[in-house]
């Protein structure tokens, strides 16, 4: 992965979300995520927290304002350049993302495969090493219905940090997952700033984030009146 | 309290501003001046509405359709997730409806066959077996059948599979992670449609026109060898057959494809396979047949 090193990585810029698109507070949001800086944005509403990850991921029209990512406008960008910048964009997600006509192994590969030339071997490779990291035996290779729910979080996971992808969007696999899944997660949080991805971490309480305390960067409240920063003490 | 107290006139009440309350504003003379007008507005915007209501699925095929073409021939979009799902695809509907094809072809050119010798029989013309199958069998009667047996095998499929994705919420997944539904489900499935429409169209067609010699040959209608038959059968096609026959399969199997990954994919939140199944099945044979019928139209 090439280290995106010129300004922001991510930047909201007194974005006003249309809320019959979302449901979104028409409020101006903004924000900016330096590379490798691991923000937590507090969301109570599941729904608020992915709609919020679309917003970053351009996927929301705005009313006014603007959202860039690695310096480029999703308002300026044709689909083929939004769908390119948008495959480095690692999601964990709470909405459905797991087509049950598709095995497990090739949905988790699927977003590599799509944008990359990278050999197969070397997706599956990196794939097995990121499953059993968190906790996986190998690659599931069942369709979904048929994984228990614990496991789907962690191929969850295994999808979303593979590729090394620049921005990471994880609605907290922690607070229904596994408790044994919180430090591989926590590592793999690591490894991915200490490369130069930028992660916004959202979760729905403030006990699940504690651990990780120390390597937080700014804390921020999803709320009815917008995004507020929250005083770390 | 006084009567003459009571009947002390009130105070008006301040004159309201009715150019901002449209209730308020319809009260007025000038509102009921253009009540005509406004009625007539409202009914235009109805008809408006309905039109733009029904021909809505028409003009997202006819985009669609040229997306599709127009994709097609860029190399960019044949990444490997592309080319995976066109090859699969197109398996499946082939090796899974050759058998249903073959014999519906079986059973077509029996049907024929058996009408055509006793009709032709009386009038002595029964040696034209294989013209009347090309121009009955394999002309018209091919494309539909073969298109319907696309649509209830595999059309259908696509359109429960996409629509499901498309009320679950798999498909916005897909666009998060940059992944175009378009091009990694309804073009490379739309392409396999139109190979495997053509491919088992040929195959129902060869299977009626074997069986019709078969059955011709038992009745001792034509005494000729295969290769006879096969060739007046090549005779009775004219040059434009060469054409047509093979375009109309492939239009019929590309619509079918096209038609029900649309559906899937125009799912909203309110669909269920209760409303979705109906509408794709209808819609596919609504597709299925005014291709058939465009073509006989015009040639």
Redesign the interface.
């Known amino acids: 992965m090439d280290v995106y090193a010129s300004g922001p990585l991510l930047e909201l810029n007194k974005a006003v979300p249309s809320f019959d698109e979302s449901g979104l507070p028409p409020v101006p949001f903004s924000m900016k995520l330096m590379p490798g800086d691991c923000m937590v944005v507090e969301a109570r509403d599941i729904g608020h927290a992915t709609m919020f990850?679309?917003l970053c991921?351009g996927?929301v029209p705005l009313d006014d304002g603007f959202v860039r990512f690695m310096g480029l406008d999703w308002a300026d960008l044709g689909?083929?350049e939004?769908?390119?910048?948008?495959?480095?964009?690692?999601?964990v997600?709470h909405?459905?993302?797991?087509?049950?006509?598709v095995p497990v192994h090739l949905a988790i590969v699927?977003?590599q495969?799509?944008?990359t030339t990278r050999p197969?071997d070397d997706l599956v490779h990196d794939a097995a090493r990121l499953a059993e990291s968190f906790g996986l035996p190998g690659l599931p290779t069942q369709n979904p219905s048929f994984l228990p729910e614990d496991d789907l979080l962690r191929a969850s996971c295994v999808r979303a940090f593979l590729g090394r992808p620049h921005l990471l969007l994880l609605e907290d696999p922690l607070e229904s997952g596994p408790a044994e899944l919180s430090n591989s997660f926590l590592a793999a949080i690591t490894e991915a700033r200490d490369r130069g991805a930028g992660v916004i971490w959202l979760v729905r309480n403030n006990a699940v984030w504690q651990e990780y305390r120390q390597g937080i960067t700014a804390t921020w409240r999803l709320a009815d009146d917008g995004l507020v920063a929250v005083r770390m003490g | 309290m006084s009567e003459t107290d009571q009947q002390a006139p009130q105070p008006l009440p301040p004159p309201t501003d009715t150019t901002r309350d449209p209730v308020l504003a319809g009260q007025t003379g000038q509102g009921r001046l253009f009540a005509p007008v406004q009625w007539g507005l409202g009914k235009l915007a109805w008809i408006g509405r309905l039109t733009r209501r029904q021909a809505r699925f028409l003009l997202i095929m006819l985009g669609a359709s040229w997306g599709v073409i127009f994709e097609s021939f860029r190399a960019h979009s044949w990444r490997r997730t592309v080319r995976y799902e066109f090859i699969s695809t197109m398996n499946n509907i082939i090796r899974g409806g050759l058998v249903a094809t073959m014999f519906a072809g079986v059973l077509t050119g029996l049907a024929a066959v058996s009408q055509v010798i006793y009709w032709l029989g009386l009038t002595g013309l029964a040696t034209m077996t294989g013209s009347i199958l090309i121009n009955i069998v394999v002309r018209e009667i091919a494309p539909i059948l073969v298109g319907v047996l696309l649509l209830g095998r595999n059309g259908m499929l696509s359109t429960t599979e996409l629509g499901l994705l498309s009320i679950g919420g798999e498909i916005r997944s897909m666009q998060a992670v940059g992944i175009d539904p378009f091009l990694l489900l309804v073009l490379p499935r739309t392409l396999a449609f139109t190979v495997a429409g053509f491919t088992l169209g040929i195959l129902f067609s060869f299977a009626s026109l074997v069986t019709g010699y078969v059955m011709s040959r038992m009745s001792g209608v034509i005494n000729n060898p295969v290769w006879a038959f096969l060739d007046d059968v090549a005779t009775a096609m004219s040059g434009t057959d060469y054409v047509i026959i093979p375009l109309k399969f492939i239009t019929v199997g590309f619509v079918v494809g096209l038609g029900g990954c649309l559906t899937g994919l125009t799912a909203t939140n309110e669909d269920s396979l209760r409303t979705l199944l109906p509408r794709g099945f209808s819609r596919g044979m609504l597709i299925v047949m005014v291709v058939s019928v465009l073509f006989s139209l015009d040639l």
């Open positions: 990850a679309d991921c996927l689909d083929r939004l769908n390119a910048l948008r495959g480095r964009i690692g999601r997600t909405r459905a993302s797991w087509p049950e006509f699927l977003q495969l799509h944008h197969i």
